[in-house]
C-alpha cells in the first residue's frame, strides 16, 4: 500500500441497510478524516480523528459513525442508510496540525435507492 | 455562518496563458489556506498551501497570494496546460482547540484549457 486507499470504489445500497466504507493510511499520519462530496455543496467534513483512540464530529455527522482503533485505519459506517446519503465519500489523512502534504483517497461512490 | 467561497464558478483559458482562481473566505481566524485540483474521477490533490503570516507563495508554476485585508486568496497557474484542467478547492483551517486541522472547503472553480 502506499498512501490512502479506500474500498469500495463503488457501492449500490439499499436503504435501510448498514454499510462500512474503509479506509486505510500507510503513512503512520496522526489525523485522518472523512468527506462527503455532492454537486453543488463541496467537500463536507463527516468526522476526523487527530489521533488513534479519539474521535470528533464534522459539519454533517448524522447518520454517521467512525472509529480509530489504530493509526492506519479509520472506517465509516452507516448504520442506516438514506437516499440523502447517495454521494461520494473521500477520506483524507495529514500530519495533526495541516502545514505538510496532505492525501486524500480516490473516492467510494455510494449509491443509496 | 462563516464560509469560504469562490469568485468564479468557471473559468476557461487558452493553453499557455496563465489562469487565476479566485477564493474569498469569510473566518478572520483562520490561519492556514490550501488549493486543492480534483480531476474528474479522481480524489483531491495537493497543490500549495500558505500560511496567514505570508502573503505569497511559490510552488512549480503555481503561486498563491494571499490578502488578510480584504480576506482573499488566489491561485496563479502560469503556462496553463491542457492537464491543468480540472476543478479547484480552496480550503481554509479554522482549527480551535477541539477540530484542529479540520479544513472548510469552497465550492470549486472548473479551469478549462483551450488547446
Known amino acids: 500500500i502506499a498512501g490512502i486507499t479506500q474500498a469500495p470504489t463503488s457501492q449500490i445500497l439499499a436503504a435501510g441497510r448498514r454499510m462500512t466504507l474503509r479506509c486505510t493510511q500507510d503513512?503512520?499520519?496522526?489525523?485522518m478524516y472523512w468527506y462527503r462530496q455532492d454537486l453543488g455543496l463541496g467537500l463536507r467534513l463527516i468526522h476526523y480523528?487527530?489521533?488513534?483512540?479519539?474521535?470528533g464530529k464534522g459539519e454533517v455527522p448524522d447518520g454517521y459513525s467512525v472509529s480509530r482503533a489504530n493509526t492506519d485505519d479509520f472506517p465509516l459506517t452507516l448504520a442506516s442508510a438514506v437516499p440523502s446519503q447517495t454521494s461520494v465519500y473521500f477520506c483524507?489523512?495529514?500530519?495533526?496540525?495541516?502545514?505538510?502534504?496532505?492525501?486524500f483517497g480516490p473516492g467510494t461512490r455510494l449509491t443509496v435507492l | 455562518g462563516e464560509s469560504v467561497g469562490l469568485h468564479l464558478p468557471t473559468l476557461s483559458v487558452q493553453e499557455g496563458d496563465n489562469s487565476i482562481i479566485n477564493c474569498a473566505y469569510s473566518?478572520?481566524?483562520?490561519?492556514?489556506f490550501i488549493w486543492y485540483k480534483q480531476e474528474s474521477g479522481k480524489g483531491p490533490q495537493f497543490i500549495i498551501d500558505i500560511r496567514s503570516n505570508m502573503d505569497k507563495r511559490q510552488g512549480q508554476r503555481v503561486t498563491v497570494l494571499l490578502n488578510k485585508t480584504v480576506k482573499h486568496l488566489s491561485l496563479q497557474i502560469a503556462a496553463t496546460q491542457p492537464g491543468d484542467s480540472a476543478v479547484y478547492f480552496c480550503?481554509?483551517?479554522?482549527?480551535?482547540?477541539?477540530?484542529?486541522?479540520?479544513?472548510?472547503f469552497g465550492k470549486g472553480t472548473k479551469l478549462s484549457v483551450k488547446p
Open positions: 503513512m503512520r499520519h496522526n489525523a
Open positions: 480550503a481554509e483551517n479554522i482549527g480551535d482547540g477541539g477540530s484542529q486541522g479540520n479544513l472548510i
Open positions: 483524507d489523512s495529514s500530519v495533526v496540525y495541516p502545514g505538510d502534504t496532505q492525501y
Open positions: 480523528s487527530n489521533t488513534a483512540g479519539t474521535t
Open positions: 473566518n478572520s481566524a483562520s490561519d492556514y
